[in-house]
């Protein structure tokens, strides 16, 4: 089937089988030249969250998605995001915290909490370490115990949370 | 110390960060062909016929291959160093299928969807045979056999019996010392089948380079081995066979073993076209390997006032369809842990079995969080029944400085091994910052009326690389503006080995840590390492970098010495600098410039080390937890660790190593097992129901680094990569026999078997 | 891969029945998928009804609840219509189904319509009397969600389209609590138990008890309801809602398998049971947060 999708801020259209998921779609090519590597496979059972992406801006697990679900839809995988300055400021704090080890699941994570932080911004709130963890709750990494990645994304909270504080008109909010 | 012991900036976390096209699979050669595996649907079945003509019809499929067509050359996939503790007991392709998955073809099509389709029109016709799924039938069982053919090397008992590697290994005379104890504890405990789980599944692509030589890039952790193992089974020369190992999603021993490389080359061979493979993780759950599922019995001699005076571990194991690390995982088991509590009576035996199941192998730890969960469970009842209080039970008896183990001496790797003597030990301290931090004997209140609350602890050691047989090479190789390139043989998989042998270097010829770029593992290009195992890789690895850097620091010292018209001995490196005296300074780089253009010498060289000890790391963790007596609920609140690693090198990354060592035991301890049925089927095999840790599974974790200098490490260091996983498993069941009153012999304690438990005590 | 003929993108909902009746081949609807994907059925072409008009929560004026089928699990854990009614019951079992990823798309019909006896929302709807609206090409239908579970993964639809859930007005101010047990945080329930009940002047009112995980198809423990109903608060002791829970358990009918056995499902009904009715019972309705479930 043909798919036209918003893929990164781009117009692209995917052929793709109509059984295939958006997770075939985006890492495997095939006919579609673009491999999204970052998008990573690691279960094809919604479990572990190495596929996530964004789908309209929500996080999806793209080996539970239909590719043709996409069609008239926005994708946006970490690549999309290269140049998002609350992108890279979390990558930057990921590797400060030495929340990166094989690095496999990060992508998956990075995406998880890149939406995380962007609706607690939008709504003033600064997540607690709860909040976090639900957000990686679909993010399985065998490596780090979450300790140091979770530490990660509550620095990057603290300084938005400072950031908003500092413009005017916003106090800060709790959660 | 500048560089050792300074949280760098971990040398690819960027990249990896970015999700740049870094592992195995990001990167496809033109004209790839996509290879899947037919499994056996029967446990034990000789394969009658295999019969490919309709999925070799179907447009798109290249190629299926199976063991008619391939020779048949007796090898094991253990990935070990020669020669191989393991049995020679797997071929290629074998003739008879001794699980539910083992090979029976591989197919390669144009795309995956083909080849997958190809697997169902492969038509085979199956002998079934008598499977044996309970390690105990197995044993008994003579007359049916799993290996019919003996193993070429004696390690198993193939053709004999089903018992794949044997133990019986005795210091002191145990039976006589019971005698004289004023009590005996003998008590049961049963570990699990669990899978290491990486994220990134295995996965190899293979092709010829341009003068027909075979590649294979593929996420391993032991490239020399591997390769040394394809050029036999394929008959090639080493030469002519290039491993590459880019980044690999984790590991954690599931990838010292040849899952798949032998399948990828052996269709490049055949259709002379690039092959990837890739697991599901059903394939991994299912044909990978799992930890070795166990049953331990141990026997206590005890004096009144608390000394032990015997212990004795009797280890049954499952090693599945396949012996690979069969004796050596086993003899961890023991050797690893019950040096622990050294006594001058110690027996231990293992009878590891051949059954049909899912092929047992090495998974962090390697044999020790198995024991490791025997003893530290069995310290706590000994503790009870001569009414000792656990904690003091343990430092009455704990391994001391100075102390040696007489078991190393008796087991080794497979084979005799040398006697260890303990060169450093931050064990006591670790106790107390870890008793400190958990607030031991200051039990918390229970946060619920219905809930229960208890803490609990265990010791643990393990090793660093194994004594006498483990070793790595290194080559540093100075350029003219100062920087430094390395090429290890050592494979790092995610757990930051690149970094740390980088912050050696740096160290060693004072210069900055970001100055040194790393190539780690390619046949080709870097020399030799055993690979990433036995939590070698800084203690062994380390020691090979530190060895070269200092070769080439000593040349350069040399060089400026005659350049300055010094001695030798006079000429200091630091911070980037060479000097000898107040004087004479210059720049590394303008040392490295004058070399290459005056002297004309490249400052390089290559180091080969091995350690004829492996000195232990030690760790003490503590688990708070609150159970649910109603419900057999367990909620781990919170876990402490504190570990004696040596020199950490890199805290964060050393800190890295135990959280997530910690993440995988609760695992063990709570909720992971692959389970098998009696038929040999695994019930569980995806990520909905083989449950790992999540964010949401984890407690409060305090980590405390315990430095120590160990002499024979590079800078003091020794090893943390498995020690951690060691002690959580009992200290969450010790923690909720502390609430509950019940133990639990066997783990997981999911919810049910601490319900069962509770009530069968009340019963 | 997952082999299929043809994805067919509904617009709406009579869209959606006629190009399922369109054949050629067998079709069925695809609304997350995330079901779909794990369990892949045989069929030539799937009817994806993610625009259909089938994703609104729509509250009418009397306070009753209309929540269409292609709503994902997301939009019901975080909608404030869904989180005020009964507590939050609703609002609370989806949050706590699959993980974050999985909740953005996974929907309240596809949650029904696989029919797994472990639905984690299937005992909060039954606990709140949910109805089910069903469309065909021709027909329409609408039955208690207690009639639509057939067996495992079995209903009643046989092709026709779920179009929503509709709940009264009646159920919103019950007092409702769930509770589930599992292995691991993000894990299939072993045991679900969801109740609903209200109290007037000091007397209990209308009892829903549901059980999930415990019987073929998510159930109501009928008689262990008409313990509860129409005592006094002051009658019910612990030792009378200990007696429902058994009852309870009594009703349910659970298997062995890999993750728990029947005998241990059967008793932490009781026990579930017992003590989710006695948080109802004591739930002081000045702490009655808006937006969320005790
Ligand atoms: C990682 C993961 C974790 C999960 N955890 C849980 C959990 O904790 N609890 C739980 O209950 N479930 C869980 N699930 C299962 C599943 O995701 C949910 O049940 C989800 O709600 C299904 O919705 P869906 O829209 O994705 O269904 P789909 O996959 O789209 O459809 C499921 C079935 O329903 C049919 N269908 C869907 N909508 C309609 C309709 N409107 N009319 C007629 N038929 C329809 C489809 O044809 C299909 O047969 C989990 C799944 C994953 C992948
Ligand atoms: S690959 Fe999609 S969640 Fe694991
Ligand atoms: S860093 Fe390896 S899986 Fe997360």
Redesign the pocket.
Do not use: Q
């Given at each position: 089937m043909k798919i036209d999708v918003r893929l990164n801020g781009r117009d692209t259209a995917w052929e793709a089988p109509a059984g295939a998921t958006l997770l075939a779609v985006l890492r495997d090519g095939g006919p579609n030249p673009a491999r999204m590597i970052s998008v990573k496979r690691g279960c094809e059972?919604?479990?572990c969250g190495a596929c996530t992406v964004l789908l309209d801006g929500q996080p999806v697990?793209s080996c539970?998605v239909a590719a043709g679900r996409a069609h008239g839809h926005e994708v946006t995988t970490l690549e999309g995001l290269a140049a998002d300055p609350l992108m890279i400021s979390l990558q930057k704090a990921l590797v400060d915290h030495a929340g990166v080890q094989c690095g496999y699941c990060s992508p998956g994570m990075l995406i998880s909490l890149y939406h995380l932080l962007r609706e607690c911004r939008a709504a003033g709130v600064r997540p607690d370490d709860h909040a976090i963890r639900e957000a990686l709750s679909?993010n399985l990494c065998r490596c780090t115990g979450y300790v140091k990645p979770v530490a990660a994304a509550a620095a990057v909270a603290a300084a938005l949370e400072a950031v908003q504080a500092a413009a005017p008109g916003k106090g800060t909010v709790a959660s | 110390m500048t560089e050792v012991g300074r949280n760098v900036t971990k040398i690819d976390a960027f990249k990896l960060a970015r999700g740049e096209p870094v592992f195995t699979d990001d990167v496809h050669p033109v004209g790839m062909l996509w290879a899947k595996v037919l499994g056996s649907p029967h446990a034990h079945a000789r394969i009658v016929s295999v019969d490919a003509t309709r999925a070799l019809a179907l447009p798109g499929v290249v190629d299926v291959a199976w063991h008619a067509q391939v020779k048949a050359i007796p090898h094991t996939r253990a990935g070990q160093s020669h020669p191989e503790p393991s049995p020679w007991d797997t071929v290629i392709m074998p003739e008879k299928a001794r699980f539910i998955g083992d090979r029976v073809a591989v197919v390669v099509a144009e795309d995956l969807a083909t080849a997958e389709k190809a697997l169902g029109l492969i038509d085979v016709q199956y002998e079934v045979l008598p499977a044996l799924t309970d390690m105990d039938e197995a044993h008994r069982r003579t007359d049916v056999l799993i290996h019919e053919v003996p193993d070429p090397r004696g390690i198993a008992e193939g053709g004999r019996s089903n018992v794949a590697a044997r133990i019986d290994k005795q210091v002191g005379d145990v039976d006589a010392a019971l005698k004289t104890c004023d009590h005996v504890v003998e008590r049961t405990y049963w570990l699990p089948r669990v899978q290491a789980s990486h994220i990134e599944p295995h996965v190899a692509i293979s092709w010829l380079d341009e003068d027909g030589r075979l590649v294979v890039r593929t996420s391993t952790q032991v490239p020399f081995h591997l390769r040394r193992i394809l050029a036999r089974i394929l008959e090639m020369k080493e030469a002519d066979i290039r491993v590459i190992k880019p980044r690999v999603g984790g590991g954690f021993g599931d990838k010292q073993e040849m899952v798949m490389e032998d399948l990828v080359a052996l269709m490049t061979l055949r259709t002379r076209r690039p092959v990837r493979l890739e697991f599901t993780r059903t394939e991994e759950l299912i044909c990978a390997r799992v930890r070795h599922p166990q049953r331990i019995v141990m026997t206590t001699g005890v004096m009144n006032d608390g000394t032990i005076i015997a212990n004795r571990m009797q280890v049954t194991a499952d090693t599945g369809a396949y012996g690979s690390h069969a004796l050596t995982v086993q003899g961890n088991t023991g050797q690893k842990v019950l040096p622990m509590y050294p006594c001058a009576n110690i027996h231990f035996q293992v009878t590891c079995l051949y059954t049909n199941n899912p092929i047992s192998g090495a998974f962090r730890g390697y044999g020790a969080p198995q024991g490791c969960f025997a003893l530290e469970c069995h310290i706590d009842e000994v503790a009870k029944v001569i009414g000792m209080d656990r904690l003091e039970l343990r430092r009455k008896n704990h391994i001391r400085l100075g102390d040696t183990d007489p078991l190393s001496a008796k087991l080794g790797e497979g084979k005799e091994g040398l006697v260890r003597v303990i060169r450093s030990t931050g064990l006591e301290k670790a106790i107390e910052l870890g008793c400190e931090a958990i607030g031991w004997g200051r039990k918390r209140p229970p946060s619920a009326p219905h809930l229960k609350r208890g803490l609990g602890m265990a010791l643990a050691m393990q090793g660093s690389g194994i004594a006498g047989v483990d070793w790595g090479a290194a080559t540093v190789k100075l350029n003219e503006d100062g920087s430094v390139n390395l090429a290890v043989g050592a494979t790092d998989i995610g757990q930051g080995s690149d970094t740390v042998l980088a912050q050696i270097c740096a160290q060693e010829l004072g210069i900055r840590y970001e100055d040194v770029r790393v190539l780690s593992s390619d046949t080709d290009l870097t020399p030799f390492d055993v690979g990433a195992y036995a939590s070698s890789t800084t203690y062994v690895s380390g020691g090979a970098v530190l060895k070269a850097a200092r070769l080439v620091r000593e040349q350069l010292a040399a060089m400026a010495a005659e350049r300055w018209k010094c001695a030798v001995e006079e000429v200091r490196f630091g911070a980037g600098l060479v000097n000898a005296g107040p004087d004479r300074t210059m720049t590394v780089a303008e040392l490295a410039s004058h070399a290459l253009y005056h002297v004309k010498v490249q400052p390089m060289a290559t180091a080969s080390h091995m350690s004829n000890e492996s000195p232990p790391p030690f760790a003490a963790q503590f688990a708070d937890v609150e159970v649910d007596p109603q419900t057999g609920e367990v909620f781990l609140r919170r876990f402490a660790s504190a570990v004696d690693l040596g020199t950490p090198i890199h805290p964060d990354l050393a800190e890295g190593q135990i959280e997530g060592a910690v993440a995988q035991a609760i695992g063990y301890a709570l909720f992971e097992e692959v389970i098998v049925d009696a038929g040999g089927r695994v019930r569980n095999p995806n990520?909905?129901d083989y449950k790992i840790a999540s964010a949401l599974d984890m407690p409060e974790m305090i980590t405390i680094l315990v430095p120590t200098q160990e002499p024979s490490g590079p800078f003091g260091a020794k090893a943390a990569g498995e020690v951690p996983i060691d002690g959580p498993a009992p200290a969450i069941v010790n923690a909720i026999c502390d609430a509950v009153g019940v133990r639990a012999y066997r783990i997981p304690v999911t919810p049910e078997r601490v319900w069962r438990q509770i009530k069968e005590a009340g019963e | 891969m997952w082999d299929l003929k043809e994805y067919r993108i509904a617009g709406s909902a009579g869209e959606a029945v006629a190009m399922m009746r369109r054949g050629p081949g067998k079709g069925?609807?695809?609304?997350?998928?995330?079901?779909?994907?794990?369990f892949p059925?045989t069929c030539d072409y799937?009817v994806d009804?993610n625009h259909a008009g089938?994703s609104d929560i729509v509250g009418s004026p009397d306070g009753d609840l209309f929540i269409g089928?292609?709503t994902?699990?997301h939009d019901l854990a975080t909608n404030p219509l869904v989180n005020r009614f009964a507590g939050g019951l609703l609002s609370e079992a989806a949050a706590?189904?699959?993980?974050r990823p999985?909740r953005s798309?996974?929907?309240?019909?596809?949650?029904?319509?696989?029919?797994?006896p472990?639905?984690?929302?299937?005992p909060a709807l039954l606990a709140l009397d949910a109805v089910c609206y069903?469309a065909d090409e021709d027909s329409q239908e609408s039955l208690p969600l207690e009639d639509f579970f057939t067996g495992p993964r079995k209903?009643v639809?046989d092709g026709?389209?779920?179009?929503g859930i509709a709940l009264s007005a009646e159920a919103a101010k019950r007092r409702a609590l769930a509770r589930r047990l599992t292995r691991s945080a993000?894990?299939?329930?072993l045991v679900q138990v969801a109740v609903a009940l209200e109290v007037i002047d000091g007397r209990v009112g209308a009892v829903r008890i549901a059980l999930g995980s415990v019987a073929p198809v998510p159930m109501r423990a009928m008689l262990a309801e008409a313990q509860i109903e129409g005592e006094l608060l002051s009658d019910l002791t612990p030792d009378r809602l200990a007696d429902a829970g058994l009852i309870a358990a009594s009703e349910c009918d659970p298997i062995d398998d890999h993750r728990a056995s029947a005998e241990y499902r059967r008793e932490m009904v009781g026990v579930l049971t017992r003590r989710v009715l006695a948080s109802a019972l004591a739930w002081n309705p000045s702490d009655d947060k808006e937006g969320g479930a005790a």
């Open positions: 059972t919604g479990d697990n539970v679909g | 990520f909905l | 069925v609807y695809i609304a997350g998928g995330t079901d779909l994907f794990l059925p799937v009804i089938l089928a292609a994902t699990l706590h189904c699959g993980n999985v798309t996974a929907t309240i019909g596809g949650n029904l319509c696989n029919a797994l472990s639905a984690d929302l299937a069903i209903t639809l026709r389209l779920l179009v993000e894990d299939i329930a």
